[in-house]
C-alpha cells in the first residue's frame, strides 16, 4: 500500500412521494410543458410535502446507501450533509441524519455549497479519510429547494425538484496510480463576485426570513458552459486520463443543454453522460447521488468503471472529481 484512497462501496438516494409533471405545473404557473422540455429538458420533478424535509429526505437515502454497502450505522465515524435548504437554521441537517440513524458516535455537519455542494462534500470527506481522520464517510446531498421558490417567478420555479441521494465511501489501500478504486482527484473553485447572478433575497443575517431564489438564468448558463470546465481539465491533468478514458459523466442536473454542451465541449461521448434532469428536474446538491444511485442500479456504473462528477452552483462555486467506483 502507498496510500489510502476513499472508495464508494456503497449508494442510496430518496425522493418525495409526490411527482409533478410539467402539464401539472402548468395549470397554476404559465408555463408549458414545450417550453420546459426545450429550454431544460425537465419533464417532471418530486415536490416535498411539509413532513418531507430535508433531514428526512436525507435520512432516507441514507440508510438506502448504508443497506447497499451492507453496513450499519455503527460502522460510520463521518456524516456530511450538502445543503442549502436546511431543516432549520441550526442544528446542522447532518446532526438530524445522525440522530435518525441512530449514530451516538462520529461527527457530522452540513456543508453549503449550493449546486456544488456535492461535489465539496465528496472532497472534503475524502480528506478526513485519506489522512486517517476517520474511516468511513456517509455524504449526503438533500434538498427542498421548493421551499425557496417563488411560485410567482417562471422563470425559476418551474426548474426545481426536491430529494436527497448518499453514498459511503471507506478508507482502503491503494497503489497511488488511477487504476485505483476510489476518489482519484478532486478540484474545487469558487467565486463570490458571481453573487448576484444566483442566490436567495434573505436569511437570518439580512431579513429575518428564509427568503427566495433569485437567477439570472441566462449569466448562469455562459458561465456553466463557459467557465467550469476547467475543474475537469484540472482532473484530468492531476490523474493522467483523458475523456477517452471515462466511463461515465455524471453533472449536475440543471439544464440538459448545458450538460450536453459541457460534454461536447471536453470531448466526452453522449452515450457515456448520465442524465437525469429530465425526470429529477434540479434537485440542487442532490441531483449528483441522485444521478449515481440512479446509474449505478439501472446497471450502467459497475465496479471499477470511471467516473466524472461535476457541479456549479451559487456563488459561485464550482468543482469536479474522478472517482473509480
Ligand atoms: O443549478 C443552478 C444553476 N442554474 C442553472 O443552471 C440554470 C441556467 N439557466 C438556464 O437553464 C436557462 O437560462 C433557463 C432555462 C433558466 C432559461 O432559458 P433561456 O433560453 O435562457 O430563456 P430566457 O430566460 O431567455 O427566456 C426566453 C423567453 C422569455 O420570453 P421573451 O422575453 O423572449 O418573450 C421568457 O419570458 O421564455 C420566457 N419564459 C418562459 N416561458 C414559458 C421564461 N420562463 C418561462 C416559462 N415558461 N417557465
Not at 422540455?37 to 432516507?60: F, M, P, W
Request: glycine share 10%; net charge negative.
Amino acid at each position: 500500500m502507498t496510500c489510502l484512497r476513499s472508495v464508494v462501496v456503497g449508494c442510496g438516494s430518496a425522493l418525495p412521494a409526490r411527482c409533478v409533471t410539467n402539464a401539472a405545473l402548468a395549470e397554476t404557473v404559465d408555463t408549458s410543458d414545450e417550453w420546459i422540455v426545450q429550454r431544460t429538458g425537465i419533464r417532471q420533478r418530486y415536490l416535498s410535502d411539509a413532513s418531507e424535509t430535508t433531514s428526512v429526505l436525507g435520512t432516507r437515502a441514507a440508510k438506502a446507501a448504508l443497506d447497499d454497502a451492507g453496513l450499519t450505522a455503527a460502522d460510520i465515524d463521518l456524516v456530511i450533509c450538502a445543503t442549502s435548504t436546511p431543516d432549520h437554521t441550526f442544528p446542522a441537517t447532518a446532526t438530524q441524519i445522525q440522530a435518525g440513524l441512530g449514530m451516538t458516535g462520529g461527527v457530522a455537519f452540513d456543508l453549503q455549497a449550493v449546486c456544488a455542494g456535492f461535489v465539496y462534500a465528496v472532497t472534503t470527506a475524502d480528506k478526513f479519510l485519506v489522512t486517517g481522520a476517520a474511516r468511513r464517510a456517509l455524504v449526503v446531498g438533500a434538498e427542498t429547494f421548493s421551499r425557496l421558490l417563488d411560485w410567482e417567478d417562471r422563470t425559476t420555479c418551474v426548474l426545481f425538484g426536491d430529494g436527497a441521494g448518499a453514498v459511503v465511501l471507506e478508507a482502503r489501500a491503494g497503489e497511488g496510480t488511477s487504476a485505483d478504486r476510489g476518489v482519484l482527484t478532486s478540484s474545487l473553485r469558487s467565486d463570490g463576485r458571481h453573487r448576484e447572478k444566483l442566490y436567495v433575497d434573505g436569511g437570518p443575517g439580512s431579513t429575518g426570513t428564509t427568503g427566495h431564489l433569485r437567477m439570472t438564468g441566462k449569466e448562469v448558463f455562459r458561465f456553466a458552459v463557459g467557465s467550469v470546465t476547467d475543474v475537469i481539465d484540472d482532473a484530468f491533468r492531476a490523474s493522467g486520463t483523458t475523456a477517452d478514458d471515462l466511463d461515465w459523466f455524471v453533472p449536475h442536473q440543471a439544464n440538459r443543454r448545458i450538460i450536453e454542451a459541457s460534454a461536447d465541449k471536453l470531448g466526452i461521448a453522449r452515450d457515456k453522460v448520465v442524465l437525469t434532469v429530465d425526470r429529477h428536474g434540479n434537485t440542487s446538491a442532490a441531483s449528483i447521488p441522485l444521478a449515481l444511485d440512479v446509474a449505478r442500479k439501472d446497471g450502467r456504473i459497475k465496479d471499477g468503471d470511471l467516473v466524472m462528477i461535476e457541479a456549479i452552483g451559487g456563488g459561485f462555486t464550482w468543482g469536479a472529481a474522478l472517482i473509480r467506483w
